[in-house]
């Protein structure tokens, strides 16, 4: 992937935190945790990612995480959800920033590769990540590569600032409308192509 390839960065977050976002920016897990928020984020998942160390660098849960395409695993699996989320856009400018580095996959896989914003970006199959789709019928093995490749993420230390945040996608009028509610300042719309 080249840094052309990236027209924006998205987050994954409930609609009650935006006005909190707008103040806080988008917080790694271990500042969060200080702040009352409405987690969208799964145990099981969050369990695996405490406690992992990025060579070189820190703990996962000392960055906030952003995805490529949120049009992924993850959205998929809060498809439940879709009147209280909503895909935060972010300015790909964020990955000018100190220290951010590059997961090639869901940062949580026993197989991912941290790397430094130049290389890491090298190592991403843009085709991949933007895939509409990550299933290959019998193919288990692949499916799993390519789920966990739907979940390259940008980790960011501690915070992305919001003044890095554009705007706002939501799955449909009813949280179109709980979004546009909080006064918060950022564009929303509908866009029923990242959502399930």
Not at 162 to 184: D, H, K, M, P, Q
Request: glycine content about 6%; charged content about 25%; some cysteine.
């Amino acid at each position: 992937m080249n840094r052309g390839d990236i027209s924006e960065l998205q987050n994954i977050v409930h609609i009650e935190n935006v006005p909190s976002i707008m103040q806080h920016g988008i917080l790694s897990h271990k500042r969060a945790e200080r702040i009352g928020h409405q987690s969208v984020a799964m145990a099981e998942i969050q369990d695996r990612r405490k406690n992992k160390q990025i060579p070189g660098a820190r703990r996962l849960h000392d960055y906030a995480n952003l995805y490529f395409d949120a049009h992924n695993p993850m959205l998929s699996r809060l498809r439940s959800k879709n009147s209280e989320i909503c895909v935060l856009r972010v300015d790909a400018a964020v990955l000018d920033l100190p220290g951010v580095i590059i997961a090639d996959q869901n940062a949580s896989s026993d197989y991912v590769l941290f790397s430094p914003v130049a290389s890491g970006l090298t190592l991403l199959d843009k085709d991949r990540i933007f895939a509409r789709y990550w299933k290959h019928g019998d193919d288990q093995i692949e499916e799993w590569r390519h789920k966990a490749e739907k979940c390259a993420e940008v980790l960011v230390p501690d915070c992305v600032p919001s003044e890095y945040i554009r705007g706002a996608f939501v799955a449909n009028t009813i949280a179109l409308r709980a979004f546009e509610a909080l006064n918060c300042g950022l564009p929303v719309s509908v866009n029923n192509g990242i959502f399930f």
